[in-house]
């Protein structure tokens, strides 16, 4: 037994599937199918029972899972004080992100974090923004990427880009022939909007709300869990929304998209990495905190 099957073991034990296991850790279903073989058969009886797609966990692998989860925690705990103590920039680092950072803007810097680092194995989730900080409380992940600080004492964070939202429509909506929009225009459109989790979401209601539009007078015709789903369900012509102009660069070069503002309602907001709160955030963190606000000449 090693780390790698507890690993694999927890992530089915969370994710209750095979396949979301499988994405989770990297290795193929196989593979787990192996692994979990292996641990029965060293413990003489049955972790998992298989439930139509679903997997659920039996009184033994209720009690593994308990004991596994403890061990993983103790072995990071371990390599992180040791890291600490030799001040090496190596080992592994888990970025949860949400989905404007983890997938327009933090690729290309681990990209270039790893070239500089090539010791650090750096692994990049992406989630919604409270998933990231519940990563970070359960000491899952060592650093998450949001579009919003979270509310929360153990957490903390620190700006390093900047982001701008904007009203997306399909070349052949009439707002498209108008570079602005009264906020009544808009309402009275239907609404691709994020799922409740998004930080996205959270801040464009905050900036329409300001502007008089609270949440329940929204005309939302779709709600959909990541914002490449919005932006294509935009080009099709199901509603208008709006997203960070992060996420439409490519659609706006190809003329697939068309970006509006709202009359006097500008929607910026800052992008956070953020971290649990402690004296010591440890030298890999530190360390890319650091390189990825030099990317950044605004902050």
């Known amino acids: 037994m090693n780390l790698s099957t507890l690993q694999t073991f927890i992530a089915v034990a969370e994710k209750k599937n095979l396949s979301l296991a499988a994405q989770e850790i990297h290795i193929t279903q196989p593979a787990i199918s192996k692994q979990l073989a292996a641990l ?3 413990f003489g009886t049955s972790l998992v029972e298989r439930r139509g797609r679903g997997i659920i966990l039996t009184p033994a692998g209720e009690v593994f899972y308990r004991h596994a989860r403890e061990m993983l925690d103790l072995m990071l705990r371990a390599e992180k004080e040791i890291l600490n103590l030799s001040g090496e920039i190596r080992g592994r680092f888990i970025v949860w992100a949400s989905s404007i950072p983890g997938h327009y803007i933090l690729p290309s810097i681990i ?19 409270r998933e990231a900080v519940q990563k ?15 509310n929360n004492k153990r957490i903390e964070g620190i700006q390093f880009f900047s982001d701008e939202l904007v009203v997306i429509v399909p ?10 929009i009264t906020l ?3 309402a009275e459109e239907p609404l691709i909007w994020r799922e409740l ?7 464009v209601e905050g900036h329409l709300a300001r502007g008089g539009l609270i949440p329940e007078k929204l005309n939302i015709a779709l709600e959909l869990g990541s914002t490449g ?14 997203v960070s102009r992060w996420a439409v660069y490519k659609e706006q070069s190809l003329k ?7 009359k006097d309602l500008p929607m910026k907001r800052n992008l956070y990495l953020i971290y649990p709160r402690r004296k010591n955030r440890g030298p890999i963190v530190e360390t890319f905190i650091n390189f990825t606000l030099k990317q950044n000449p605004q902050t």
């Open 111 to 129: 990209g270039a974090f790893k070239k500089a680092y090539p010791d650090v194995q750096t692994v990049l989730h992406i989630g919604d923004s």
């Open 40 to 42: 029965e058969d060293h």
């Open 229 to 242: 789903a919005v932006v294509n369900a935009v080009e099709t012509g199901a509603g208008i929304s709006i």
């Open 171 to 180: 070349p052949e909506h009439p707002f498209a022939d108008v570079s602005e």
């Open 136 to 150: 970070l409380l359960e000491e899952s992940a060592h650093l998450g990427a949001v579009g919003m600080l979270p």
């Open 197 to 203: 989790g998004s930080g996205t979401r959270t801040v």
């Open 184 to 186: 009544e225009q808009f």
């Open 256 to 262: 697939r998209i068309v970006t509006v503002k709202i």
